[in-house]
C-alpha cells in the first residue's frame, strides 16, 4: 500500500507479488477502486507483480481536475509505474480503465509489453452517450446516492443482479463514498474521449478484447467487429459488464495469458 502526489493530490496505489513475467498494471472502471481486483491478484501475483491503481478521484485517490480526462489519469499512471522503476509492463482495465490503458498506449506505446480491455472499448462515446453523460452529471449533482446505486444496478444481467446481491450491494455502498465532484469529473472525461482504433491497429504485441455475452453496455457483436479491424484476440464471457465479479473464474483464466 502506497502513494504518490499528483499534481498536488495523493494517488493510492498497491504493489503485489513478483515472478518471471513482467510486471502488470490492473486498472479499475468508473466508481470502482483497486478492491475488484482482490480475488485476481491472489492468484496473478504467483507468477508477476501486479500493481492495482486507485485512479484519479476513486478510491482512496484524491481528486486533480474537474475534468479526469483519460490523458490525465494515464499520465498519473505513468507517476506510479515510474515511481515504481518499470521500464516494461502489461497493461489490463476495466471498462473506463480500459480507456485509460488506451490513452496510455497512445502516449507510452514503447513501454507496454500487452494490453487487454475487459469489457471496454477503443470507441469514443456516440452523440446518444455523450448526451446520457451530460444528464448523469447533472443528476449526480443533485442526488448522488439515487445516481451511483441506479447506475451501479444497470452493469448487471438480471440472473447476477439475484445470485450477486450482496456483492452489488458492497460496491454500492463502496461507490457512494466518492465526492460527487470526482464523479462528475470522470463522467465528463469519458464523455469527451477520443477514438483509440488507430493506436490499437498499429500496436503490434499482444492485444486482447473481453466481451460480456449479457453486457447492457457494450453490444459484444460491435466488439467483436472492433477486434477484428484491430487484428486483438477477441474472448467473450458469459455475463454482464462487470466480468470480474459475474464471470471471476474465466476472466482469471484470460488472464493468465497475458504476456
Known amino acids: ?8 493530490a495523493k494517488i493510492y496505489f498497491e504493489a503485489h507479488g513478483s515472478g518471471a513475467k513482467v510486471p ?7 466508481m ?7 480475488r485476481i491478484v491472489k492468484e496473478l501475483k504467483k507468477e508477476r507483480q501486479v500493481i492495482c491503481i486507485d485512479l484519479p478521484g476513486h478510491g482512496r485517490s484524491e481528486g486533480v481536475s474537474n ?3 483519460m490523458k490525465l489519469m494515464a499520465d498519473a499512471v505513468n507517476e506510479v509505474v515510474k515511481s515504481l522503476g518499470l521500464t516494461e509492463f502489461s497493461i489490463a482495465g476495466h471498462s473506463m480503465g480500459g480507456y485509460v490503458s488506451l490513452e496510455f498506449l497512445k502516449n507510452f506505446p514503447m513501454i507496454i509489453k500487452s494490453i487487454m480491455l475487459i469489457n471496454s472499448t477503443p470507441l469514443e462515446d456516440t452523440v446518444e452517450k455523450q448526451e446520457i453523460r451530460e ?5 449526480v449533482g443533485n442526488n448522488k446516492e439515487a445516481y451511483v446505486k441506479m447506475a451501479i444496478s444497470n452493469l448487471y444481467s438480471e440472473e447476477s443482479k439475484k445470485e450477486l446481491a450482496s456483492e452489488i450491494e458492497e460496491l454500492k455502498t463502496r461507490s457512494c463514498k466518492m465526492k460527487a465532484k470526482n464523479i462528475q469529473a470522470a463522467l465528463i472525461g469519458m464523455k469527451n474521449r477520443t477514438n483509440y482504433l488507430e493506436e490499437l491497429k498499429a500496436f503490434d504485441k499482444q492485444k486482447v478484447i473481453l466481451g460480456g455475452k449479457q453486457d447492457p453496455i457494450l453490444d459484444i457483436v460491435e466488439l467483436q467487429r472492433v477486434s477484428r479491424g484491430c487484428e486483438c484476440d477477441f474472448h467473450s464471457l458469459d455475463n454482464g459488464h462487470n466480468s470480474y465479479m459475474e464471470d471471476l473464474d474465466n476472466l482469471i483464466k484470460i488472464m493468465h495469458f497475458i504476456d
Open 135 to 139: 444528464r448523469s452529471v447533472k443528476l
Open 32 to 38: 470502482e477502486d483497486v478492491r475488484i481486483w482482490d
Open 24 to 30: 502488470l498494471v490492473l486498472l479499475h472502471g468508473f
Open 1 to 8: 500500500m502506497s502513494e504518490i502526489l499528483f499534481k498536488g
Open 67 to 69: 475534468e479526469h480526462s
